[in-house]
């Protein structure tokens, strides 16, 4: 799966880079593409969804670690469970209303292509699906791995 994300990832980088430079020539030729902002911004979207689920995977999501880095080991293991136990909660609490958002914005029609409020809206579900997915493997390699000092 972690290939995968990165593959889309990578493809949806490519994808909004190559739409912005087309774009702009399109712009500076006198010939504006309207719909531009808003696929370039659905796009963008999508990839800062896979990128924050592989930041995750990586461990390199913004953290406080003053209070758990001066602690014993095994407090240390045990407060990382109790956290990773809690984030799982609240996604899956989160992702029911994710869901009901974006059955409800898909009659929502945006922009010039008049696109689905609801696969912007979408990005949220997958999102919270892809980081309980990490957060659960994660939860079971502390669960069965011993305290590192």
């Not at 869901?99 to 990005?123: E, V």
């Not at 994660?138 to 000092?149: G, L, Q, T």
């Amino acid at each position: 799966m972690r290939r995968i994300e990165f593959v889309c990832a990578a493809l949806l980088l490519a994808a909004v880079v190559v739409l912005v430079g087309f774009a702009s020539v399109a712009r500076a030729m006198g010939s504006p593409i309207i719909w531009s902002i808003e696929v370039a911004q659905l796009l963008f979207l999508w990839l800062c969804i896979f990128a924050i689920d592989l930041a995750l995977q990586d461990e390199r999501h913004f953290g406080i670690g003053l209070l758990v880095d001066n602690l014993p080991p095994p407090a240390r293991k045990a407060i990382g469970i109790i956290n990773l136990g809690i984030l799982i909660g609240l996604l899956v609490y989160l992702i029911q209303f994710a869901w009901k958002n974006m059955i409800l914005m898909h009659p929502r029609l945006d922009g010039a292509l008049q696109t689905p409020g609801s696969y912007f809206h979408a990005s949220m579900v997958v999102g919270f699906a892809l980081m309980i997915r990490t957060l659960v493997v994660k939860f079971f390699h502390a669960v069965r791995a011993k305290a590192n000092p």
